[in-house]
């Protein structure tokens, strides 16, 4: 009996040994595993906060093994945008996509509280801090239009550091609804060199359908101040058609070997200093730095992948026929869809996922009430 209880008991001591070397191992990779996560800052100032890292078993057989990194900006007073757009490109997929949500720590919590509770808790995504002080130096505000400065539209700039393993991204404004698979514009070809592929403004089915008239407002001109001898010094010819960089796809490895990011910043601090930007039509502050250097260096994505101008009196030239054929949507100008005001905001109401909080809905009703002024 004696003999019997000492084997049982030395049986018992292994196992538990095997146990705890298991546990410890264990104990160990899950250790680095967030020494990674939590030390995976940089110097620009971007903060991963949360990470979804594996597809739900129950979906897996569904979605196939291709993974696409779709890069989204998230501000508060936007969210609702935000989430509608990811909402629409997931329901149209069956590739594995990661969403890098960038946002402001502040918009954190409530971004989180609405991914996890309602039908969008299965989404793959990781959330990125913004510092704005990222842009110190290298941006001017207006002092009479205090809220012209938005340091999330700059996101775009830093892509290698908000997809660092990735070597393919799509950048996507938060006013766009997909209705077709984001796989196609991500297997967008890009020409040897090329660091990103852009719809052009003046050859594209968007303009030649909604855009006449327009004058220089879609040529380079239009965002940039060629009375100035720095930008004369570049000899790009002031007529060519410019590009629209709410919707892209970049090769991260081109971009890196390029130092695209840093080109971008010389610009911007360029812009401080010298005022290059064109004060006229120029709509958005983060156009002009892509435009140069991306001067004659760009791939073109089929221009069905960008319809823009849903924002502006110009979509209300669309026909119903020609928006439902439309892969992206893009709303952008002065009216968005979730104030209602907008062309076809009943499109982009399909895909809008309720505010569990309800915050976003008091937003709504003041944006459409600013837009009706």
Known sequence: FSLKFAVNISILIVVVVIFLLVLHHNFLGLSDFLKRELSDSNPVGLQPIDFIPAVPQRLADERNDKEISVVIAASD????????????????TKSNVVFHIVTLNDTVDHLRLWLSNTALKNLRYRILDFDPRILDGKVQSDPQKADTLKPLTFARFYLPNLVPQAEKAIYVDDDIIVQDDILELYNTPL?????????DDCDSTTNKVAVRGAGNQYNYIGFLDYKKETIRKLAMKASTCSFN???????????????ITKQL?????????????????????????LLIVFYKQHSNIDPMWNVRHLGSSAGKRYSPQFVKAAKLLHWNGHFKPWGRTASYAEVWEKWYVPDPTGKFNLIRRHSEAYEAK
């Open 191 to 199: 020409k040897p060199g090329h660091a990103a592929a852009f719809s």
């Open 245 to 259: 960089p709410g919707v892209f796809v970049a090769n991260l490895t081109e971009w890196k070997l390029q130092n």
């Open 265 to 289: 910043e010389k610009w911007m601090a360029l812009n401080v200093e010298e005022e290059l930007y064109s004060k006229t039509l120029a709509g958005s502050i983060t156009t002009p730095p």
């Open 77 to 92: 007073e936007r969210l609702g945008g935000a989430i509608a757009a990811m909402n629409s490109i997931y329901r149209n």
